[in-house]
């Protein structure tokens, strides 16, 4: 069975800063491009930022350009989210997603004070 | 940038009926490889995003085959032939040939 569990999410302070993790199993997860896609409460889906398989090629979305950095470790089968300088805006359930093949079912993040 | 609209926003079915999404893109979504990178996504209450359709019309294992996909360029259509109960959600478009963006979700509820 194809599993993706995110962990990592909770409440912080405008500011502060998260470490979002993702592990997947059941697929091979090191020929897998892996993303981060958001949804703020009651809104639609974001990509937030993407990975290739092999680690060579990382993109973000220009709403995190600067603040937020992707990392994965195909040994551990494990992609992660490193969130600076976090936002009210950046509230948001969080999910992860072998290319859009397979989603976890999400991490919620709150930037609030 | 992309620009994902879909239509209606909400969408009242009558079990057993027929129920259609449209999605029309401002870019045309052909990729240089020829591919054209549109999918569809079924969220239902509580619970991650599902890919439903890929690639405009390949439905994904074990999607029921009363859903279907169709268009080409910047318009596409998503379609249920006969609404089930567990159809109630929301339906995303999303195009994949530049980032991956989506629309901004058809709600289907029954009437």
């Known amino acids: 069975e194809v599993q993706l569990v995110e962990s990592g999410g909770g409440l912080v302070q405008p500011g502060g800063s998260l470490r979002l993790s993702c592990t997947g199993s059941?697929?091979?997860?090191?020929?897998?491009?892996m993303n981060w896609v958001r949804q703020a409460p009651g809104k639609g889906l974001e990509r937030v930022s993407y990975i290739t398989a092999s680690g060579d090629i990382i993109n973000y979305a220009d709403s995190v350009k600067g603040r937020f950095t992707i990392a994965r470790d195909n040994a551990k089968n494990s992609v992660y989210l490193q969130m600076n300088s976090l936002r009210a805006e950046d509230t948001a359930i969080y999910y992860c997603a072998a290319f859009h093949d397979y989603w976890g079912q999400g991490t919620l993040v709150t930037v609030s004070s | 940038d992309v620009v994902m609209t879909q239509s209606p926003l909400s969408l009242p079915v009558t079990l057993g009926q027929p129920a259609s999404i449209s999605c029309r893109s401002s870019?045309?979504?052909?990729?240089?490889?020829?591919?054209?990178?549109l999918s569809w996504f079924q969220q239902r209450p509580g619970q991650s995003p599902r890919r439903l359709i890929y690639?405009?019309?390949n439905r994904d294992s074990g999607v029921p085959d009363r859903f279907s996909g169709s268009g080409s360029g910047t318009d596409f259509t998503l379609k249920i032939s006969r609404v089930e109960a567990e159809d109630v959600g929301v339906y995303y478009c999303?195009?994949?040939?530049?980032?991956?963006?989506f629309g901004q979700g058809t709600k289907v509820e029954i009437k």
């Open positions: 999303m195009e994949g040939t530049y980032w991956w963006t």
């Open positions: 059941g697929f091979t997860f090191s020929n897998y491009e």
């Open positions: 870019h045309s979504l052909v990729s240089s490889d020829g591919n054209t990178y």
């Open positions: 690639k405009v019309s």
